[in-house]
């Protein structure tokens, strides 16, 4: 047997009052708004039923944090998985627009001459691969029920992409991936399908702070 759904959870806002992207820097914790994201995409998956037999997590403090509430509500610890972290990042603790952005610093334009790859960080392809073994390990992990995995915006979507067949090469302005967002699978005919997305955070996605990557 194997599980029967897995649940890629993004992480809740992120106490940045700077608004840098901190990518993978450490200390990044989860603002108050936030806690109360990574609640409600918890109390959403508890109300739907589901039985969560793992809990896996990136470990980043953000991630870590964002899986606490279903730690709690499933009553089960936190695993974590550095194949499931944020991509590396050549912006890292600046801020990308504005009067001193780093998108506005010549140094910097190197790295955006190659959006398909992308040339001011981790390939893309590296991060598919990755997550997609991350993926395939929890699924076969359990005898049956969901996992649920805590991760980040950037890896949801390119496995959302990948996937459904898509260029992974896109703008980064037009994901669908809001914070504590659950893109749910399952696995058809050997393969993993996308059967649902959900944004059980959205009424308080007003006014919050989402700059942590490119």
């Known amino acids: 047997m194997v599980a029967s759904k897995v649940h890629l959870v993004r992480?809740?806002?992120?106490?940045?009052?700077?608004?840098?992207?901190?990518?993978?820097?450490?200390?990044?914790?989860?603002?108050?708004?936030?806690?109360?994201?990574?609640?409600a995409a918890a109390a959403e998956v508890l109300a739907s039923g589901r039985p969560v037999s793992r809990l896996i997590a990136s470990p980043l403090q953000?991630?870590?944090?964002?899986?606490?509430?279903?730690?709690?509500?499933?009553?089960?610890?936190?695993?974590?998985?550095?194949?499931?972290?944020?991509?590396?990042?050549?912006?890292?603790?600046?801020?990308?627009?504005g009067p001193g952005g780093a998108l506005r610093q010549p140094r910097n334009w190197p790295y955006l001459i190659n959006p398909f790859r992308p040339s001011w960080g981790?390939?893309?392809k590296d991060v598919v691969d990755r997550m997609l073994a991350a993926i395939d390990d929890a699924w076969v992990s359990v005898e049956d029920g969901d996992?649920?995995?805590?991760?980040?915006?950037?890896?949801?979507?390119?496995?959302?992409r990948a996937l459904a067949g898509e260029s992974l090469a896109h703008d980064p302005r037009q994901r669908r991936c809001d914070l504590s967002s659950i893109t749910t699978f399952e696995r058809h005919d050997g393969?993993?399908?996308?059967?649902?997305?959900?944004?059980?955070?959205?009424?308080?996605?007003?006014?919050?702070?989402d700059v942590g990557a490119v």
């Open 122 to 124: 981790e390939p893309f």
């Open 147 to 160: 996992v649920v995995l805590v991760s980040h915006q950037l890896p949801i979507w390119m496995v959302h």
């Open 11 to 39: 992480h809740g806002e992120v106490f940045n009052p700077e608004r840098v992207l901190y990518g993978r820097l450490p200390n990044f914790r989860l603002s108050d708004l936030g806690v109360q994201m990574a609640q």
């Open 62 to 97: 953000r991630a870590q944090e964002s899986a606490q509430p279903f730690a709690d509500a499933f009553q089960m610890s936190i695993d974590t998985d550095e194949r499931i972290i944020e991509p590396t990042n050549h912006f890292e603790g600046t801020r990308m627009r």
């Open 191 to 209: 393969r993993f399908v996308e059967t649902s997305y959900s944004n059980p955070a959205a009424p308080l996605q007003t006014g919050a702070t």
